[in-house]
Nanobody, 124 residues
Framework: QVELVESGGGSVQAGGSLRLSCAAS????????MAWLRQGPGKEHEGVAS???????TYADSVKGRFAISKDNATNTLYLEMNSLTVEDTGMYFC??????????????????WGQGTQVTVSS
């Protein structure tokens, strides 16, 4: 069983920055395909960014150049650095793990484990 606990959400004005963290259970960061997903008001879940065991990353087009996913294997922590935030980035952000599909890790994959989420609200 993989446990994931997000933190770092909050309210920020457009153009601001936030850093999300996800504390994962033992060895998750070093063995799993992990990702951040989000769900905006009235929208379906969408993948934002992923990172595999080698540190290779993928990003949704809507966040490329603004968001950065990273991880610390020693502490089993996943991060999402979010810059130049817009109102469209508002939503619940979820940390996810176990997203390998045929050895490939991508934000658009299906993930087996999710955290409870942390709310990000961007105001204009």
């Amino acid at each position: 069983q993989v446990e994931l606990v997000e933190s770092g959400g909050g309210s920020v004005q457009a153009g601001g920055s936030l850093r999300l963290s996800c504390a994962a259970s033992e060895n998750t960061a070093s063995t799993s395909c992990m990702a951040w997903l989000r769900q905006g008001p009235g929208k379906e879940h969408e993948g934002v960014a992923s990172i595999d065991t080698e540190g290779l990353t993928t990003y949704a087009d809507s966040v490329k150049g603004r968001f950065a996913i990273s991880k610390d294997n020693a502490t089993n922590t996943l991060y999402l650095e979010m810059n130049s935030l817009t109102v469209e980035d508002t939503g619940m952000y979820f940390c996810a793990a176990d997203g390998w599909i045929r050895g490939y890790c991508a934000y658009s994959n299906t993930f087996g484990y999710w955290g409870q989420g942390t709310q990000v609200t961007v105001s204009s």
